[in-house]
């Protein structure tokens, strides 16, 4: 699977990962984003963001609904490390809803570690409830991984 930079990211997926326009207009701009296409058509993407020293974050990362459980996600994530690891940063984040259950293992099979609760995030940052799984996301799970 091909992975490449793109200034062109599609809108539609960084909306289903991020439900706030808010949101992904702000780090939209400040971020790279790096897709895969199937037939020309994004089936997948994640944006790479500095947000400290020494520190990278993945503030958005989706998979189209008809490509899903078919290994693009990690394969996204696994890109995202060596494309942060090269760049010299010694951390990379990434941070999803609580509720979203099958984030949060994705994300720790592919080696981050839980590192600490934004607690009511999503109740402060978002004009709408977000619900997932049948619950209400509330908190923000932050996850790590140090990159050597």
Not at 113 to 126: A, L
Request: aromatic share 8%.
């Amino acid at each position: 699977m091909e992975i490449h930079k793109t200034d062109t990211p599609s809108r539609e997926l960084l909306l289903l990962a991020d439900e706030s326009e808010a949101s992904v207009a702000d780090y939209i701009g400040r971020g790279t984003c790096y897709a895969t296409y199937d037939d020309g058509r994004i089936v997948g993407q994640y944006v790479l963001i500095h947000t400290r020293p020494f520190t990278a974050e993945v503030v958005n990362i989706a998979v189209a609904p008809d490509r899903q459980r078919q290994g693009i996600a990690t394969a996204l994530l696994a890109h995202a490390v060596d494309t942060a690891r090269r760049a010299g940063f010694r951390l990379l984040e990434i941070g999803t809803g609580d509720c979203g259950l099958g984030q949060i293992a994705l994300y720790e099979r592919c080696g981050f570690v839980r590192c600490g609760v934004d607690e009511d995030y999503f109740r402060k940052h978002y004009p709408a409830p977000i619900f997932e799984n049948g619950l209400e996301c509330r908190h923000m799970v932050r996850l790590r991984m140090e990159l050597r």
